[in-house]
């Protein structure tokens, strides 16, 4: 397929994707919400894509195939190029913003090579940090009997560390699933990562210091400057409920996968708040100042890290006031191999699929898979977590019945029922909780 | 990512301390305290950032801590190109931008969220039609999903 085609079909898809199926492929979509190929349309779209289409008939009506959905290749994808980092997916260079391709994620914990990174400001300069990583001091004031400045050579020894593979991911991640497109970087689902954090529990730092009772949430201030270069000016500073910063998973972490956190990953200090939106990770951690009530920092306000609690109609503008702060992220699962775009030998009819499934504060029940868009579905087998807020590793054996384009879907669901949407609802201005079903295309060479 | 450590040191706090004097001023010192600001005279006003703008004020360079590779060029031509890369690109790279594709509405309140959240200088109301009208003819939504009954 050549560049050009692809490009109109996104346009076209972009217009109107019932109406460009209707065009392009002859396809209607009935009263039954499915829609269907016939004659020259299914010869259309497989030429399109390069390939038969096997399940074609069971497709959703304006559903653009997955190997039409990725990011139109005007230039293709700028990759990543930092010593330490592997071939990421550079969504921004300032800030640098850069996501992990799915393929990517397949390991069972995230090596920091291959971590994704977010940034809001500007990383310090090496010259603003202490020569000696151990001088670096995180103060915790406020709402405390006993304001605490602790150097991270004190923190390392006189605390109890822990080790915890712990889930961070993006507040926005999923975001370019929305229709019509949210604001900010358009993520698809490698905004995440889990990789080994080695730190000290937040609620022993709290408990030293003493909180009073008035205590009810964080406010997280780093190192990082903002973009504008104005140094009074947090870049973000976002906080959590105390019920979250007391859990004994929220740790003040300085190392990452066995090593001192690199500066690109927030070191050497650094708060994980596991399962919740990444912006309250706090990267260059240099002080919690405890609070009176909800923490009112950038990045609190407004649509930042918020969803609409009345439904509002997908790219009107809303009313932030009608808004409710993202916690928990939502069940996501991806298909970590094969990779999207993955040319299978002649003659495979079976794909020994693995994939991650997460789901911010709960864990995740189940896995199903389709290979038919979403006819039939196989439970895939699911592992337990390492730990809480670990994501869960899934299997599927899914036989092929023949050569052809093929799209593999995985759906999880958390341990409170709740799935996967196919298609990310709940529109906000700034695209929090984008997780539809996750597909990713595949050819089996004729 | 190989800075200059010197040089890097000597950029960030002449144009830190720059920035803190024009923060504490709200906008550009009085010329009697100029002399302060000789700290880095590379330092060009970085008046993209924070405060009014007088109609056709926004500046026609980049401040000189932008610390991005774009130039004019990684927008697309058009009526509206200058002012808007000058202002966006004072602080962030136009990846961002064209990452997104948003009706007119919703650029609006991006650039209030810029204005209001991210120190951005606020410009002349004809200034700021200028430019939304920019984005929203260069960037309009992309994905419009279904046909909505009510954005009619």
Redesign the interface.
């Known amino acids: 397929m050549t560049g050009k085609v692809e490009r109109g079909m996104h346009e076209l898809y972009g217009d109107d994707p019932e109406r460009a199926d209707a065009l392009v492929f002859g396809r209607r979509t009935g009263r039954s919400r499915r829609g269907f190929l016939k004659g020259a349309g299914l010869a259309t779209m497989g030429a399109a894509v390069g390939a038969s289409l096997p399940f074609a008939g069971g497709m959703p009506g304006g559903l653009v195939p997955a190997a039409l959905a990725q990011a139109p290749a005007e230039k293709g994808p700028k990759i990543l190029k930092m010593d330490g980092k592997a071939n990421l997916v550079v969504l921004g260079d300032k800030p640098l913003v850069a996501e992990t391709p799915a393929e990517l994620l397949d390991d069972d914990v995230t090596p920091t090579e291959k971590f994704f990174i977010r940034n809001n400001g500007l990383t310090p300069e090496a010259s603003s940090m202490p020569s000696d990583p151990k001088a670096w001091k995180v103060k915790i004031d406020g709402e405390v009997n006993t304001p605490l400045e602790i150097a991270l050579g004190d923190l390392m020894t006189k605390y109890q560390a822990v080790t915890l593979k712990l889930m961070l991911e993006c507040g926005g991640n999923g975001r370019s699933f929305f229709s019509p497109e949210a604001r900010g970087n358009q993520w698809t689902n490698g905004g995440a990562g889990c990789a080994e954090w080695t730190g000290v529990r937040l609620s022993d730092l709290l408990k030293a210091a003493g909180l009073k009772p008035g205590a009810v949430y964080t406010g997280h201030y780093g190192a990082d400057v903002h973009l504008s270069g104005d140094a009074s000016k947090p870049s973000i500073s976002r906080g959590v409920r105390i019920a979250k910063a007391m859990d004994e998973h929220t740790l003040v972490a300085f190392k990452m996968n066995g090593k001192d956190i690199p500066a690109i990953h927030g070191g050497p200090v650094r708060l994980i708040v596991p399962g919740w939106a990444g912006s309250a990770s706090h990267k260059w951690l240099t002080r919690i100042w405890i609070r009176d009530k909800e923490h009112d920092g950038p990045g609190m306000g407004g649509f930042s890290y918020r969803t609409a609690k009345t439904p509002i109609v997908p790219g009107s503008k809303g009313d932030p006031k009608d808004t409710a702060i993202l916690e928990s992220m939502p069940v996501r699962s991806i298909v970590t191999f094969p990779a999207h775009g993955a040319r299978l030998a002649k003659g495979t009819r079976k794909i020994d699929l693995r994939g991650h499934a997460w789901a911010g504060d709960n864990a995740v029940q189940s896995v199903d898979v389709s290979i038919d868009y979403g006819v039939t579905w196989k439970k895939a087998e699911v592992k337990a977590p390492a730990n809480k807020f670990a994501w869960q590793r899934f299997t599927a054996s899914v036989d092929l019945p023949g050569a052809g384009y093929y799209e593999v879907w995985c759906k999880a669901t958390d341990t409170k029922g709740v799935t996967q949407p196919f298609l990310a609802g709940n529109w906000n201005p700034q695209g929090y909780g984008g997780n539809p079903v996750n597909r990713i295309a595949v050819l089996v060479e004729a | 990512?190989n800075i200059s450590?010197t040089g890097?040191?000597t950029l960030?706090i002449g144009?830190?301390a720059l920035?803190?004097m024009l923060?504490r001023a709200g906008g550009f010192r009085p010329a009697r305290e100029a002399p302060a600001a000789t700290a880095s005279s590379t330092a060009a006003p970085?008046a993209a950032?924070?405060g009014p703008l007088a109609k056709g004020a926004i500046p026609k360079a980049l401040?000189p801590?932008?610390?991005?590779?774009?130039t004019i060029d990684s927008l697309p031509a058009g009526k509206g190109q200058e002012e808007t890369f000058y202002l966006c690109a004072?602080?962030?790279?136009t990846?961002?931008i064209k990452?997104?594709?948003?009706?007119r509405?919703?650029w609006d309140?991006?650039f209030q969220?810029m204005v209001?959240?991210?120190?951005?200088a606020n410009p002349d109301p004809d200034d700021r039609a200028l430019i939304l009208d920019y984005l929203a003819t260069n960037f309009p939504?992309?994905?419009?999903?279904?046909?909505?009954p009510?954005?009619k």
Do not use: W
């Open positions: 990512m450590m890097a040191v960030a144009s830190l920035l803190m923060d970085p950032r924070g401040p801590d932008a610390k991005h590779q774009d004072a602080c962030h790279g990846a961002l990452a997104q594709g948003m009706t509405d919703m309140s991006t969220l209001e959240r991210h120190a951005m939504p992309r994905r419009r999903g279904r046909d909505n009510f954005l």
